[in-house]
């Protein structure tokens, strides 16, 4: 979009087929003297040329000069004349911004010192709303200086991971430590896969699991925020118990030293292919159809069938219980 008509947002189709055309013609000129002899000069009506002045004055781009001819504006200058009442509204409400943080932080301490002391319930907010939760989200992560766990679960939807990918931006670029384990579905999505490779290459650690229970997320090891798991709204919950984090953090550390390291997105399942089988027959071994399988791995039933597909060929099984009782026996599943 050329930078005049960028101006104004706000341009009927009648207006901006012909604006440029009117100040090209006022700057050629110096100015117009006549909306009459303009609208003949370039074919247009004198209805036309109005509706276009009037838009261009409105965008500071024609003035009207002590003679009443309409005096082209520099763009830069008229950019500026617009710009400078918003930059206003937006360092007002800045300091309208920093006055609520500043009267809300009298009673922080306040708050945090009886929910850390007070009943077990005291130590856990819950919130429920998009808006809720990325706020309790950027209130945990400003607070965060050293490290942050995540676990990305299949039951997050798109908003939710950018949500967690937004999260993890900011941490990486105040150089706080960022550990992620996501299903192995994330090294086949490609949107995902894009998202996952900028964190990594912003200094992340990534690595995939089977299964994932829960997307929560751990900061420095002292607090946690757990998302919701799938419900029609949004929903998370931040807890500060000393036993419930170290309970979160023991298992996000037995997923960690079970995941496989994400370090390259080209080979898809095939650096996991092992492990997926493994879990594959344990699954079927419990006698879940497909399209439970397929949902616990968080993949197409399609995919799944692929994959159950090729272990009763490795295992030369004819039938699903009998793949489960051939893989339990070859100790692939415990």
């Known amino acids: ?19 440029i055309d009117v100040y090209r013609y006022a700057a050629r000129r110096g100015a117009i003297e006549s909306v009459e002899q303009a609208a003949v000069d370039l074919g247009l009506t004198v209805h036309e040329v109005n509706a276009t002045v009037n838009h261009l004055i409105e965008s500071r781009l024609l003035r009207v000069d002590p003679d009443r001819r309409l005096v082209p504006v520099d763009p830069e200058v008229a950019a500026a004349l617009l710009v400078s009442p918003m930059e206003r509204e937006i360092y007002q409400r800045r300091e309208l911004i920093a006055q609520i943080r500043e009267r809300t932080d ?49 039951t997050v939807e798109t908003d939710d991971f950018d949500d967690f990918m937004s999260v993890c931006d900011r941490l990486l670029s105040r150089g706080v ?39 929560a997320v751990v900061f420095d090891r002292s607090s946690a925020v757990l998302l919701g798991d799938g419900a029609a709204e949004a929903t998370a919950s931040r807890v500060r118990q000393d036993e419930v984090v170290e309970f979160l953090l023991a298992m996000i550390d037995h997923l960690w030293d079970s995941a496989t390291p ?15 089988q493994q879990t594959v027959a344990c699954l079927m071994a419990k006698g879940f159809t497909d399209e439970v399988v397929a949902r616990k ?6 995919t799944c069938r692929r994959h159950i597909a090729a272990l009763m060929s490795d295992l030369h099984a ?14 692939l599943v415990n």
């Open 106 to 154: 009298v009673f922080r301490q306040d708050y945090v010192h009886t929910g850390l002391r007070g009943a077990g319930s005291a130590s856990v907010e819950s919130v429920s709303g998009v808006m809720e939760v990325r706020g309790l989200l950027k209130v945990a992560s400003d607070a965060c200086r050293e490290e942050i766990l995540v676990l990305l679960s299949g």
């Open 318 to 331: 004819v039938s699903r219980f009998q793949a489960g009782v051939q893989a339990a026996q070859r100790c």
């Open 1 to 19: 979009m050329n930078s005049v008509t960028a101006l104004r947002p706000e341009i009927t189709p009648l207006v901006g087929a012909h604006l």
């Open 297 to 302: 791995l968080g993949m197409s039933v399609r």
């Open 262 to 276: 994400l370090e390259s997105f080209e080979s898809g399942y095939a650096e996991v292919a092992d492990e997926l």
């Open 177 to 215: 430590a960022v550990r992620v384990v996501c299903r192995h579905k994330s090294r086949t999505d490609f949107a995902t896969r894009v998202k996952i490779k900028k964190l990594i290459d912003a200094g992340a650690v990534v690595r995939t699991a089977s299964h994932i229970p829960r997307a």
